[in-house]
């Protein structure tokens, strides 16, 4: 089982410019997320997938659409890239919405 | 308003000493606290969990403590070890997705 894969694993953009970033998951589970992590932040909600076919905001959800395209797949999108969107995105995914999440290995987005 | 706070942004120890972490929370419907660690370069990896109901739970090295009159918890790694050197991040949940904390540092020297 790969678990949790998520591309691309580095990416640079103009400011303006979209793209989207992809997330996959070959455990079966229900739950899906994605979270930025920044310098001194911690770990930041930005969408999250209770279920397929649901989606809902999180902590900093400006700026960003998610896509829960099945059960295994959960993309997010930036349309209008904003220098305050250079981070580190993580993907997890959980058998539910509450419990123990399992991470992807993350995309380093650098927003010139 | 941070409902999980993780309150030392790094921690230095002796190899085979005693690390402690601290943890705390605000929120009284949080049921469920993770640990998780974090290499550079790499997605957090879940360490360990306890539930609301109970007080303490260890594996191998790592033992995590619950207070929930004080809404705090601890984790504790003994012996130290380098390879434990890492980003810890506390996170709870309760009829919510996980909340995490902003980490610590542990820096174990040799």
């Known amino acids: 089982n790969a678990g949790v894969t998520q591309t691309p694993k580095f990416q640079v953009l103009k400011t303006g410019q979209s793209m989207t970033l992809q997330c996959a998951q070959d455990?079966?589970?229900?739950?899906m997320y994605w979270y930025r992590q920044d310098p001194g932040m911690g770990l930041r909600l930005i969408y999250y997938s209770a279920s397929e076919g649901t989606t809902d905001k999180g902590e900093v959800p400006n700026g960003y659409n998610v896509s829960r395209l099945n059960k295994r797949e959960f993309s997010l999108r930036l349309e209008s890239a904003a220098p305050s969107q250079t981070s580190v995105y993580f993907c997890a995914s959980s058998v539910d919405w509450v419990g123990e999440q399992f991470f992807g290995p993350g995309t380093r987005l650098t927003v010139l | 308003d941070q409902q999980v706070k993780q309150n030392s942004p790094s921690l230095s120890v002796q190899e085979g000493r005693i690390s402690i972490l601290n943890c705390d929370y605000t929120n009284s419907m949080f049921d469920y606290f993770l640990w998780y660690k974090k290499y550079p370069a790499e997605g957090p990896t879940f360490l360990i969990s306890?539930?609301?109901?109970?007080d303490k739970n260890e594996d191998g090295r790592f033992t995590v403590f619950l207070n929930k009159s004080a809404k705090h918890l601890s984790l504790h790694i003994v012996p130290s070890q380098p390879g434990d050197s890492a980003v810890y991040f506390c996170?709870?949940?309760?009829?919510?997705?996980?909340?995490f904390g902003k980490g610590t540092r542990l820096s174990v020297i040799a």
């Open positions: 306890i539930s609301s109901i109970k």
């Open positions: 996170a709870a949940s309760g009829y919510t997705p996980l909340v």
């Open positions: 455990m079966n589970h229900n739950s």
